[in-house]
């Protein structure tokens, strides 16, 4: 499976970016995907994750309000809405994905995942 993010840009401080993920390749029925930023110096930080059944995502606590994670089947295409946006939320995105994951639970961790697209560069200032 391939990923591909897009979306990323510069803001000032309470902005909003929405951010895409393009998926390519195999992927099952059952599967989870998110979100994942790191800032430079700074380890790579779960943002928000989400099944394959829709049911559930989960966020980070930095994430709780301001951000929402969606995806659309048809287009393959998992989606980060993020407003009120903060300097801190200056980071490179990624989205990531494990496939065949039953049971719906999506873990907050990069181990978890094993595919993941390159990035896009999300600035606040």
């Known amino acids: 499976v391939q990923l591909v993010e897009s979306g990323g840009g510069s803001v000032q401080p309470g902005g909003s970016l929405k951010l895409s993920c393009v998926v390519s390749?195999?992927?099952?029925?059952?599967?989870?995907m998110a979100w994942f930023r790191q800032a430079p110096g700074k380890e790579r930080e779960a943002v928000a994750q989400?099944?394959?059944?829709?049911?559930?995502?989960s966020y980070s606590d930095s994430a709780k309000g301001r951000f929402a994670v969606s995806q659309d089947d048809a287009a393959r295409t998992m989606y980060l809405e993020m407003n009120n946006l903060k300097p801190e939320d200056t980071a490179m995105y990624y989205c990531?994905?494990?496939?065949?994951?039953?049971?719906?639970?999506?873990?907050?961790?990069?181990?978890?995942?094993?595919?993941w697209g390159q990035g896009t560069q999300v600035t606040v200032s």
């Open positions: 990531a994905a494990r496939d065949r994951v039953y049971g719906g639970r999506c873990v907050a961790s990069a181990n978890f995942y094993h595919a």
């Open positions: 989400i099944h394959s059944s829709g049911d559930s995502p």
């Open positions: 390749g195999y992927l099952s029925d059952s599967y989870c």
